[in-house]
């Protein structure tokens, strides 16, 4: 069977019926957005990423979906103080194009980072997490430099887990722990630090989607060929797509660069 979004839709609205949600599917964003018709609370999921995962893991990748929504509308019942749960506040990488509020209207915590993302920061609730917004900062009296400097020092505490590919000349770096801050890890200067040192040619980075981060030694244009196609199959099969765009790590920052087909990249 063809997955289509519009069975996708169908499957997740049967399998969580009867948890007193509302639906709405955005055929134009092909997005499903999930919430509590109690809080009004709820969650939004990109339907290709989904429909990518199904086509490899079938039901077990709608059983994943459904226990991710589960956990993160269950969390949003709660009240979450950050105090006293230092250690579980983390830096999330999104698009620029993701929400600054939340579907209440308050104003989420973030900061910029380059043209094509931002840094959410997230209280991380074991099987899920609630991004942080300025009223859960101000009801404790905590401010941004706190939260910056707590999720920074805590990016750079997580383990991490690499696999390393030799393609046509260049040196791919997957990483991939599973743990949902795998994209967040870009933030990690000491991290990228490391590699550059390690580099023959160019140095690019990508974060596709935010249970990914490549790095990779470029040392010939077939490279920047690879890069591009990498990351476009994984921008289209994530949960959480960041952006299909990889950028060049020069000088302590990050550049992004356009890669057309055959051509050498614009930055």
Do not use: C
Request: glycine content about 4%; cysteine-free; charged content about 25%.
């Amino acid at each position: 069977m063809k997955m289509t979004s519009r069975k996708l839709v169908e499957i997740l609205k049967n399998q969580l019926s009867k948890q007193g949600l509302k639906f709405h599917f955005d055929r134009e964003k092909d997005t499903l957005r999930i919430e509590d018709d109690e809080t009004k609370k709820g969650v939004t999921l990109s339907m290709p990423g989904i429909i990518a995962k199904w086509e490899t893991k079938n039901q077990n990748a709608i059983d994943e979906v459904v226990y991710y929504v589960e956990e993160a509308l269950h969390a949003m019942k709660n009240q979450q103080e950050l105090t006293g749960k230092e250690k579980s506040i983390f830096p999330v990488i999104r698009s620029t194009s993701f929400p600054t509020e939340s579907n209440e209207g308050i104003a989420l915590v973030y900061t910029d980072h380059t043209a094509e993302t931002r840094i959410y920061y997230a209280l991380d609730l074991g099987n899920t997490y609630r991004l942080i917004d300025e009223k859960m900062m101000q009801r404790e009296n905590w401010n941004m430099e706190q939260i910056k400097e707590i999720a920074s020092f805590n990016i750079r505490s997580l383990k991490t887990s690499v696999k390393e590919d030799h393609v046509a000349g260049n040196v791919f770096y997957f990483f991939n722990a599973n743990d949902g801050y795998d994209a967040s890890r870009i933030l990690n200067e000491s991290l990228l630090h490391s590699y550059k040192e390690r580099m023959v040619g160019k140095m690019a980075v990508a974060v596709p989607h935010q249970d990914v981060l490549i790095i990779v030694d470029i040392q010939n244009d077939t490279g920047y060929d690879i890069l591009a196609q990498l990351t476009m199959s994984f921008f289209a099969s994530g949960r959480v797509p960041i952006t299909a765009l990889s950028f060049l790590y020069e000088n302590n920052e990050l550049e992004p660069i356009f890669i057309l087909g055959k051509n050498k990249p614009k930055h």
